[in-house]
């Protein structure tokens, strides 16, 4: 069963805008991190953020989570059509060995 | 440095027979964990090896079997292969395991079952 939730299931944006995805999930965590799939391929960890923690940066990336409402967000800025991809959220509870991932959102940038 | 290399990457085999599925981490990494994606379920948890033992195991049948050998290497096998078992199989290295250390991902091996 996926522990994570993803909204939306797909975007679509011009190049340069904002994209703003985000992941709902069930339980208390350890960490929570995102990755990033193309089409079909093996994924690419992008950020781990930490239940202590509130709030993420890398390069263009900002991540939030708030425990209190089990949910994370993930916002790209000034993407590209680079950033075209799918992005999964993952969840760890520590002496689990497992990240359990979201159902994903499908992020399409236009040039 | 070696990304995590998967053999063989793509592969077709009828129902009724048996595949392995083969994952070299990268190097020095001692946890091994292998995910099946298919579209409808998304990304499943299959089991998770470190220094050759199993740590934890997904919901799947008992078809479904790995090991991890002792230079980290690690096999996956599916026996009576079934039509739903076509999926994009994952392998990930990790130094401590996924979730306390960041997880590299293989290219997968994409299974198709006729």
């Known amino acids: 069963s996926q522990q994570g939730e993803e909204d939306p299931q797909a975007l679509s944006i011009q190049e340069g805008e904002n994209a703003t995805m985000n992941c709902s999930y069930k339980?208390?965590?350890?960490?929570l991190q995102w990755y990033r799939q193309n089409s079909g391929r093996g994924l690419v960890h992008l950020i781990l953020?930490?239940?202590?923690?509130r709030e993420k940066h890398s390069g263009r990336l900002r991540v939030t989570l708030d425990t209190s409402k089990k949910s994370s967000s993930l916002l790209i800025t000034a993407s590209r059509a680079a950033d075209t991809a799918s992005y999964f959220c993952?969840?760890?509870?520590?002496?689990?060995?497992?990240?359990?991932f979201g159902s994903g959102t499908r992020l399409l940038v236009r040039p | 440095k070696a990304g995590v290399t998967q053999t063989p990457r793509y592969l077709i085999k009828t129902r009724g027979q048996q595949v392995t599925l083969s994952c070299s981490p990268i190097?020095?990494?001692?946890?091994v964990s292998w995910y099946q994606q298919t579209p409808g379920q998304g990304l499943q948890f299959l089991f998770e090896?470190?220094?050759?033992?199993?740590?934890n195991k997904g919901n799947f049948p008992g078809r479904f079997s790995g090991r991890q050998f002792s230079n980290s290497r690690s096999e996956m096998n599916v026996s009576t292969l079934e039509l739903g078992d076509s999926a994009l199989y994952l392998c990930?290295?990790?130094?401590?395991?996924?979730?306390?250390?960041?997880?590299?991902f293989g290219q997968g091996t994409r299974l198709t079952v006729v």
């Open positions: 090896y470190f220094s050759e033992t199993q740590r």
């Open positions: 990930a290295s990790s130094l401590e395991g996924m979730g306390r250390s960041e997880a590299f």
């Open positions: 993952a969840t760890f509870v520590d002496s689990s060995y497992k990240l359990i």
């Open positions: 190097s020095g990494h001692r946890s």
């Open positions: 953020i930490r239940s202590n923690e």
């Open positions: 339980t208390s965590i350890n960490n």
